[in-house]
T-cell receptor
Framework: DSGVTQTPKHLITATGQRVTLRCSPRSGDLSVYWYQQSLDQGLQFLIQYYNGEERAKGNILERFSAQQFPDLHSELNLSSLELGDSALYFC???????????FGSGTRLTVV | EDQVTQSPEALRLQEGESSSLNCSYTVSGLRGLFWYRQDPGKGPEFLFTLYSAGEEKEKERLKATLTKKESFLHITAPKPEDSATYLCAVQGSASKIIFGSGTRLSIRP
């Protein structure tokens, strides 16, 4: 157990739907990062939050949004889902990025 | 734009056969280069951070080195349990960490 908790582990949904992925960071970590991993694109950085505020944005689609709550857990919202959104979504947390991220076990999203 | 390229894409070795994985990078203002290990269906597991050219770090059968343009992950006398995908990542002045596509390492008994 890495200390980063992601729920749900698996999610199957239809095109056009909206889903919410949840992440609880490791105790004491203020930063949360979201990554998307698909077979053909590797790990793609989506967005970073630090203590409730957005810090950095990567290749995140306008249909996707995220937030970090006062208790530091984070949610990634994916809407108007397309088949191409099927992927593993990872959350990671850190004290400082230089010490490396701790990743959760991911949410596998399948859009049918 | 920050970029990370890993080679080879896949590597099959016999148990005990040493080799190296390569990570070439271009980044504005390197703040750190990272190596992670990822097993199928699991999240990446942090291995090393390297901060400046000439730095080396070791962990069991793995040794990571860094130059101004690339990093190598040397694996000495590997065992089947070392089979995994090894990911390289860099953090530049923009703070976000960019990952390479990884090297899939397979060790045959």
């Amino acid at each position: 157990d890495s200390g980063v908790t992601q729920t749900p582990k698996h999610l199957i949904t239809a095109t056009g739907q909206r889903v919410t992925l949840r992440c609880s960071p490791r105790s004491g970590d203020l930063s949360v990062y979201w990554y998307q991993q698909s077979l053909d694109q590797g790990l793609q950085f989506l967005i970073q939050y630090y203590n409730g505020e957005e810090r950095a944005k990567g290749n995140i689609l306008e249909r996707f949004s995220a937030q970090q709550f006062p208790d530091l857990h984070s949610e990634l919202n994916l809407s108007s889902l397309e088949l191409g959104d099927s992927a593993l979504y990872f959350c990671a947390s850190s004290v400082t990025p230089r010490e490396g991220y701790t990743f959760g076990s991911g949410t596998r999203l399948t859009v049918v | 734009e920050d970029q990370v390229t890993q080679s080879p894409e896949a590597l099959r070795l016999q148990e005990g056969e040493s080799s190296s994985l390569n990570c070439s990078y271009t980044v504005s203002g390197l703040r750190g280069l990272f190596w992670y290990r990822q097993d199928p269906g699991k999240g990446p597991e942090f291995l090393f951070t390297l901060y400046s050219a000439g730095e080396e770090k070791e962990k069991e059968r793995l040794k990571a080195t860094l130059t101004k343009k690339e990093s190598f992950l040397h694996i000495t006398a590997p065992k089947p349990e070392d089979s995994a995908t090894y990911l390289c990542a860099v953090q530049g002045s923009a703070s976000k960490i960019i990952f390479g596509s990884g090297t899939r390492l397979s060790i045959r008994p």
